[in-house]
Antibody, heavy 115, light 110 residues
Framework: QVKLLQSGAALVKPGASVKMSCKASGYTFTDYWVSWVKQSHGKSLEWIGEIYPNSGATNFNEKFKGKATLTVDKSTSTAYMELSRLTSEDSAIYYC????????WGQGVMVTVSS | DIVLTQSPVLAVSLGQRATISCRASQSVSISSINLMHWYQQKPGQQPKLLIYRASNLASGIPARFSGSGSGTDFTLTIDPVQADDIAAYYCQQSRESPNTFGAGTKLELK
């Protein structure tokens, strides 16, 4: 069955960067876009961007350009998202999903930005 | 960006019908394809896809969930509501990038 397994929670200092992973299994990784979604505490969902593993092509929400970097490792069927210059506004849960219409979700990564 | 508007809270009784609405700031339909989708999220869990393209039931979702609508107005119906359905419900449009989500409707028991 399709699974998206995300890396563990992260506590990071303001101004630092964090890189999280999303390991896919149960389907052909290169056939589907991987999207990333942010959910701030108690709030709604925001689409950050997406990457097509086969080519590395990306699309971003303008709001997250310069904040998020998306990459993949096809050899391990893993997608990565790096967030840079972290502030308290970046504290949230981050999900990876298969496709824009998210039939499958990872379990989420809680990122806490605190000194 | 396309803004999706949902009522924050809907109170229902078990066994009754719940109707959750989502209004888009502009049409999210292309020809006869309605690019509106619905998710359920319970506390501490990731969202789960319920309905895609306005009216298609996602895999494994009970038939008491249904979706309808076109253009700018869409509805998620739960009939009958069961205790397990108490959750937050989000609509999402994929008509235009960036795809956007509504603020969510919390389904509560009367």
């Amino acid at each position: 069955q399709v699974k998206l397994l995300q890396s563990g929670a992260a506590l990071v200092k303001p101004g630092a960067s964090v890189k999280m992973s999303c390991k896919a299994s149960g389907y052909t990784f290169t056939d589907y876009w991987v999207s990333w979604v942010k959910q701030s505490h108690g709030k709604s969902l925001e689409w950050i961007g997406e990457i097509y593993p086969n080519s590395g092509a990306t699309n971003f929400n303008e709001k997250f350009k310069g904040k998020a970097t998306l990459t993949v490792d096809k050899s391990t069927s893993t997608a990565y998202m790096e967030l840079s210059r972290l502030t308290s506004e970046d504290s949230a849960i981050y999900y990876c999903t298969r496709g824009t219409v998210a039939h499958y979700w990872g379990q989420g990564v809680m990122v806490t930005v605190s000194s | 960006d396309i803004v999706l508007t949902q009522s924050p809270v809907l109170a229902v009784s078990l066994g009754q019908r719940a109707t959750i609405s989502c209004r888009a700031s502009q049409s999210v339909s292309i020809s006869s394809i309605n690019l509106m989708h619905w998710y359920q999220q319970k506390p501490g869990q990731q969202p789960k896809l319920l309905i895609y393209r306005a009216s298609n039931l996602a895999s494994g979702i009970p038939a008491r969930f249904s979706g309808s609508g076109s253009g700018t107005d869409f509805t998620l119906t739960i009939d009958p509501v069961q205790a397990d359905d108490i959750a937050a419900y989000y609509c999402q449009q994929s008509r235009e990038s960036p795809n956007t989500f509504g603020a969510g409707t919390k389904l509560e028991l009367k």
